[in-house]
C-alpha cells in the first residue's frame, strides 16, 4: 500500500472546527480567564509559586526579575519570556492592582503607560500579602499536577487565604468569552465572606449593605448604584467612574480645575494630551493651559481657565468629551470547575468560602496525621524511658541495629516507628528535665490532635477557624476605601456657551440652495445694506434670519423631513461671498428642498407648538419638543401623503387664526386651536376642502381682525382685502373666495392662478420672480383694498408667456428674530 492510500479523507470545516475547539478550550482554562477560588490566571499563579519556591520571599533581598522569568518560562510556563514579565509587571504596579503581589524595585512604568524596565535591569520579590495566597501550599492543601515535561509539580490552584478575585479583580479575552471583574475593598469583602458563612441565605440587599461597590486603586468617583446591584445579581453591568476634580479660585479672579483622581485604567498623559487638544482646537473657549503637576505628591493635573470662564461649564464638557468620565463595564465570568461562567456576587462568595474549606480540611488533616505521629512516637519514648534499664539491656544484647529494632518490638510491643525513634534518643534525654518535657509534650500533642479532630467532625468549628484567619488578614493588611460612590448617576449637561462664544450673525438662505453665516462686523463693513448679499447670477436670497451661534435652525423639507442645524455649524462667509450648497451642511436629497427655515432657542419651551400646511389642504400640529434630536441626518417631521408635499411650516402657540388660500382664488379662515396636537409622524386633518385641479399657495396666521390679506396671481395682479372680509369658518369647509380671475377674448386676462398671498399689518417689500428669471420689486401698499371677489390690478408688469414662480419678502422688516 502506498502512503498517499494510507490518508483518510476529512472536510476542512470538521478539521479546523476540531483544532480551533481545542485551542479555544486552552485559551479559555489555561490562559485568560481566572479560577473563582484564587482569582489567578495561569501565568499569574505560576510566577506567584515560582517565587515561592525559589525562596523569593519578602523577608529575604530582592531577585533580578530575568531568574524569576527564567524559572517560570523553564518549569511551569512554555511561552515567550515577554508574556510572563507582562504578568510581573502588572502584578507590581498599585494603579491596576488593589494589593499588588509583587514588590518591585527599579522602574516598573507609570501611569502615563510608561513600560517597565527590561526584566534584566529590575528586581523582585513576593510581596507581603502574596504570602497569604501561598500560606500552607505546603500542607497538602492544594491539588498538584505534572508541569508541561513532567520534571516536577505546579499547584492547580493557589490556597488563597483572602477573595483574591474580587480584591484585585482581573480583565481578560479569550475565544468567546471575556472578563471584567473589578477590584473591591479587602475589609468589605472579608466581612461580606464572613457575613455569608453567618448566614448562607443572607439577601443581596443586606451583602451590598458591606460590598458597597468596586474600590479602585486610583480612586475616583463611582456613579450607579443600580448598575452595581445589576452586576451583583447577574455578574453584568455598567458603571460610571468620573475624576475628583475641584474648581480653585486664583489670583485676579481667574480660575482652575485641579484633578486629583482619574479613573481606572485610564492613561494620565492621553487624557492630559486630549484636554491639551480641546484647548488647542478650541472647542471650548476659555481654557487658558493644561498641565501635569503629578510627582511624589501624587497625582494633580491643572486645567487653568482664562478670566471670566465658566468653569462649571467647562468641566462639564471636559467630562464628558474626554477621559475625566467613563464607563466600566462588569463582566464577571471566570472558570469554575473546569468551565466558565458568569457569576453574581453570591456565587463567587459561595465558591471561595467551598474552596476555604476544603482547604483548612486538608491542612488540617496534614497537621492531623503529624501530630498523631509525633506523638505515637513520644509515647513509645516516655514508655521506654519508664523501662529504661531493661531497653537499654535489650540493645546491649542485640547484635546490630536492626536486631535492636527487632527485639524492642518483640519484647516490649513497640512499634517499628516507635523502637526507631529510641534507637535515635541522645542520651541527654535521659535526664529528669528531658523525661518531664517528654511527657508535657505528649500532653500537648493529645490535645491537640483532639482540637483537630474537633474541626473534622464540626462544619462550623471549621467554619470558625476559617472565619478567625480572614479576620487576622482583614486586620494586618486591609484599608480604607479609595473610591467614593454616588448612588444616582449624574447627567453631564453641557451649556452650548461653553463651546461657542454667543454672537448675533446673520444666516442667509438663497432659492438656489446657498446658504452661510456672516458677522455683523463683515455685514457692517459691506456696507450695511441687505441688498448687496452676494449671490450667484440668477440667484436671489430667499431667508434672511439674524439668530445667534447658540441657536439653532429647524429646516423642513418639501418630503416632510426636518433637520436640526446648530447655527455655529453653518460655515462664516463673509457678507459679499456666496456661501456654500446646503447639500455641503445637511445630507439633502436631489428630489427634495427646503420649504421653512425656523430658529429656535429652545425646543423644549412650553406652549409652543410646529403647525404643518400641506399642497392638498392637511394641517398637523405637534409639539415643539417633539423635534428636539440629537441626529444630524433627516428625521421625519410629517407623514406626507402620495401626490403631496409640504408647503409651509410655523411655529405658534396656537393661540391665533389661520387662512388658508388656494390656486383657484378659494380661501378659508379657521381658528388653530381646532387642529388638535398630534405626534411627530403623524398626516394631520383636513384644513380646506379642496376640488381634483386645486392646491394650497399660501399659509397665513393672522390675529383679531386687523390688517389685511394680499394675493397675487401669476401674471402679477394683486388685491388686498380686509381680513374682516374672510368670516371664522370650521376647518374642512369649502371656503369662501378671495379673487376673481377674468377670462374672456376682449378682456385683458389677470391670471390663471394664485401664486402667493400675505398678510398685511405693515408695508411689505415684495420681490417677485418670473419663469425667465426677470426680477420685480413692488411696495404692498400699491396694491388696492378691494373686496374678496375682485380681480386686482396689476402690481408686477408680466406679460405672457412669462408668469411669476416665487415671491418672497425683501424689506428689513422681514426679519425673523429668534
Known amino acids: 500500500m502506498s502512503s498517499l492510500e494510507q490518508f483518510l479523507p476529512a472536510f476542512l470545516e470538521e478539521v479546523v472546527g476540531d483544532r480551533f475547539g481545542r485551542y479555544s478550550k486552552?485559551?479559555?482554562?489555561?490562559?485568560?480567564?481566572?479560577?473563582?477560588?484564587?482569582?489567578?490566571?495561569?501565568?499569574?499563579?505560576?510566577?506567584?509559586?515560582?517565587?515561592?519556591?525559589?525562596?523569593?520571599t519578602p523577608d529575604k533581598p530582592y531577585r533580578k526579575s530575568a531568574k524569576t522569568v527564567g524559572d517560570v518560562m523553564g518549569n511551569y510556563h512554555p511561552h515567550g519570556d515577554s508574556s510572563i514579565y507582562e504578568g510581573m509587571v502588572r502584578m507590581a504596579q498599585p494603579w491596576k492592582m488593589g494589593h499588588p503581589l509583587v514588590d518591585g524595585h527599579g522602574n516598573w512604568g507609570s501611569q502615563d503607560d510608561d513600560p517597565a524596565a527590561a526584566m534584566r535591569y529590575t528586581e523582585a520579590r513576593l510581596s507581603k500579602i502574596a504570602m497569604e495566597l501561598l500560606r500552607d501550599i505546603d500542607k497538602r492543601t492544594v491539588q498538584f499536577k505534572d508541569n508541561f515535561d513532567n520534571t516536577t509539580k505546579e499547584p492547580v490552584v493557589l490556597p488563597s487565604r483572602y477573595p483574591n478575585l474580587l480584591v484585585n479583580g482581573v480583565s481578560g479575552i479569550s475565544s468567546g468569552f471575556a472578563t471584567e471583574i473589578p477590584p473591591h475593598n479587602l475589609r468589605e469583602v472579608i466581612d461580606a465572606c464572613i457575613a455569608y458563612m453567618n448566614n448562607p441565605k443572607l439577601p443581596l440587599e443586606e451583602l451590598m449593605g458591606?460590598?458597597?461597590?468596586?474600590?479602585?486603586?486610583?480612586?475616583?468617583?463611582?456613579?450607579?448604584?443600580?448598575?452595581?446591584?445589576?452586576?451583583?445579581?447577574?455578574?453584568?453591568?455598567?458603571?460610571y467612574i468620573r475624576s475628583k476634580t475641584a474648581i480653585e479660585d486664583m489670583r485676579g479672579g481667574k480660575q482652575q480645575i485641579v484633578i486629583t483622581e482619574i479613573p481606572y485604567q485610564v492613561v494620565k498623559s492621553r487624557l492630559v494630551t486630549a484636554m491639551e487638544n480641546i484647548r488647542l482646537e478650541k472647542k471650548v473657549e476659555g481654557i487658558a493651559e493644561v498641565r501635569d503637576e503629578s510627582g511624589r505628591n501624587g497625582l494633580r493635573i491643572v486645567v487653568e481657565l482664562k478670566k471670566d470662564a465658566d468653569a462649571g461649564g467647562i468641566l462639564a464638557y471636559l467630562l464628558k468629551k474626554t477621559d475625566l468620565q467613563v464607563t466600566y463595564n462588569f463582566n464577571m465570568v471566570a472558570i469554575v470547575n473546569k468551565a466558565p461562567q458568569q457569576l453574581g456576587l453570591m456565587p463567587m462568595l459561595s465558591a471561595y468560602v467551598d474552596h476555604q474549606k476544603e482547604v483548612v480540611t486538608h491542612r488540617t488533616?496534614?497537621?492531623?496525621?503529624?501530630?498523631?505521629?509525633?506523638?505515637?512516637?513520644?509515647?513509645?519514648?516516655?514508655?521506654?524511658?519508664?523501662?529504661?534499664?531493661?531497653?537499654?539491656?535489650?540493645?546491649?544484647?542485640?547484635k546490630n541495629r536492626g536486631d535492636?529494632?527487632?527485639?524492642?518490638?518483640?519484647?516490649?510491643?513497640?512499634?517499628?516507628?516507635?523502637?526507631?525513634?529510641?534507637l535515635t534518643l541522645q542520651l541527654y534525654r535521659l535526664t529528669n528535665l528531658e523525661i518531664t518535657s517528654l511527657e508535657k509534650e505528649l500532653k500537648e500533642a493529645q490535645k491537640k490532635i483532639?482540637?483537630?479532630?474537633?474541626?473534622?467532625?464540626?462544619?462550623?468549628?471549621?467554619?470558625?477557624?476559617?472565619?478567625?484567619?480572614?479576620?487576622?488578614?482583614?486586620?494586618?493588611?486591609?484599608?480604607?476605601?479609595?473610591?467614593?460612590?454616588?448612588?444616582?448617576?449624574?447627567?453631564?449637561?453641557?451649556?452650548?456657551?461653553?463651546?461657542?462664544?454667543?454672537?448675533?450673525?446673520?444666516?442667509?438662505?438663497?432659492?438656489?440652495?446657498?446658504?452661510?453665516?456672516?458677522?455683523?462686523?463683515?455685514?457692517?463693513?459691506?456696507?450695511?445694506?441687505?441688498?448687496?448679499?452676494?449671490?450667484?447670477d440668477g440667484d436671489v436670497i430667499r431667508d434672511m434670519l439674524l439668530v445667534n451661534t447658540i441657536d439653532s435652525l429647524l429646516l423642513f423639507t418639501r418630503k416632510g423631513q426636518f433637520y436640526l442645524l446648530p447655527v455655529h455649524q453653518i460655515p462664516e462667509f463673509k457678507w459679499k461671498d456666496t456661501g456654500t450648497a446646503i447639500v455641503n451642511i445637511i445630507q439633502l436629497p436631489k428630489d427634495d428642498g427646503i420649504v421653512s427655515v425656523l430658529p429656535v432657542k429652545d425646543l423644549?419651551?412650553?406652549?409652543?407648538?410646529?403647525?404643518?400646511?400641506?399642497?392638498?389642504?392637511?394641517?398637523?400640529?405637534?409639539?415643539?419638543?417633539?423635534?428636539?434630536?440629537?441626529?444630524?441626518?433627516?428625521?421625519?417631521?410629517?407623514?406626507?401623503?402620495?401626490?403631496?408635499?409640504?408647503?409651509?411650516?410655523?411655529?405658534?402657540?396656537?393661540?391665533?387664526?389661520?387662512?388658508?388660500?388656494?390656486?383657484?382664488?378659494?380661501?378659508?379662515?379657521?381658528?388653530?386651536?381646532?387642529?388638535n396636537p398630534i405626534g411627530r409622524v403623524s398626516s394631520g386633518v383636513r384644513g380646506i376642502a379642496l376640488k381634483d385641479d386645486d392646491e394650497i399657495t399660501a399659509a397665513l396666521w393672522v390675529a383679531d381682525?386687523?390688517?389685511?390679506?394680499?394675493?397675487?396671481?401669476?401674471?402679477?395682479?394683486?388685491?388686498?382685502?380686509?381680513?374682516?372680509?374672510?368670516?371664522?369658518?370650521?376647518?374642512?369647509?369649502?371656503?369662501?373666495?378671495?379673487?376673481?380671475?377674468?377670462?374672456?377674448?376682449?378682456?385683458?386676462?389677470?391670471?390663471?392662478?394664485?401664486?402667493?398671498?400675505y398678510y398685511c399689518t405693515k408695508p411689505l417689500e415684495i420681490v417677485a420672480i418670473t419663469s425667465s428669471g426677470a426680477r420685480h420689486i413692488a411696495d404692498s401698499e400699491k396694491a388696492p383694498i378691494e373686496e374678496r371677489k375682485s380681480i386686482g390690478k396689476s402690481l408686477f408688469q408680466v406679460d405672457k408667456p412669462d408668469v411669476i414662480t416665487t415671491t418672497f419678502i425683501r424689506s428689513a422688516s422681514a426679519f425673523h428674530q429668534s
Do not use: W
Open 26 to 56: 486552552y485559551i479559555i482554562q489555561d490562559r485568560a480567564i481566572p479560577d473563582v477560588r484564587d482569582g489567578l490566571k495561569p501565568v499569574q499563579r505560576r510566577i506567584l509559586y515560582a517565587m515561592y519556591d525559589a525562596g523569593n
Open 210 to 239: 458591606i460590598v458597597k461597590g468596586p474600590d479602585f486603586p486610583t480612586g475616583g468617583l463611582i456613579m450607579g448604584e443600580e448598575g452595581i446591584r445589576e452586576a451583583y445579581t447577574t455578574g453584568k453591568g455598567r458603571i
Open 365 to 398: 488533616q496534614f497537621e492531623l496525621e503529624k501530630a498523631e505521629d509525633r506523638a505515637h512516637v513520644v509515647e513509645g519514648l516516655v514508655k521506654a524511658l519508664n523501662l529504661l534499664d531493661e531497653v537499654i539491656a535489650t540493645i546491649k544484647a542485640s
Open 404 to 422: 535492636a529494632q527487632d527485639n524492642l518490638v518483640a519484647k516490649f510491643g513497640f512499634t517499628e516507628r516507635q523502637a526507631d525513634a529510641i
Open 450 to 536: 483532639a482540637y483537630l479532630r474537633s474541626i473534622l467532625e464540626s462544619e462550623k468549628k471549621l467554619i470558625g477557624v476559617i472565619r478567625d484567619e480572614l479576620k487576622e488578614i482583614r486586620d494586618k493588611y486591609g484599608i480604607d476605601r479609595r473610591s467614593d460612590i454616588q448612588g444616582e448617576v449624574e447627567e453631564l449637561k453641557v451649556n452650548l456657551e461653553v463651546m461657542v462664544t454667543p454672537e448675533d450673525v446673520l444666516v442667509t438662505l438663497s432659492k438656489d440652495g446657498y446658504m452661510k453665516r456672516t458677522s455683523m462686523l463683515s455685514f457692517t463693513r459691506s456696507g450695511g445694506e441687505l441688498d448687496n448679499s452676494g449671490v450667484k
Open 604 to 675: 423644549n419651551e412650553a406652549g409652543q407648538s410646529l403647525v404643518f400646511v400641506t399642497k392638498r389642504g392637511q394641517v398637523k400640529r405637534t409639539e415643539l419638543k417633539e423635534y428636539a434630536t440629537t441626529r444630524s441626518t433627516a428625521v421625519a417631521a410629517c407623514k406626507v401623503a402620495d401626490g403631496d408635499e409640504v408647503i409651509h411650516v410655523t411655529q405658534s402657540d396656537n393661540s391665533k387664526h389661520i387662512v388658508l388660500v388656494t390656486k383657484n382664488g378659494m380661501s378659508i379662515r379657521f381658528e388653530e386651536s381646532e387642529v
Open 705 to 757: 381682525d386687523e390688517g389685511e390679506v394680499l394675493v397675487i396671481s401669476d401674471l402679477g395682479y394683486a388685491k388686498r382685502s380686509l381680513l374682516l372680509d374672510y368670516p371664522i369658518q370650521a376647518r374642512g369647509g369649502k371656503g369662501v373666495q378671495t379673487f376673481e380671475f377674468k377670462e374672456g377674448k376682449r378682456v385683458r386676462p389677470n391670471g390663471s392662478s394664485l401664486i402667493a398671498a
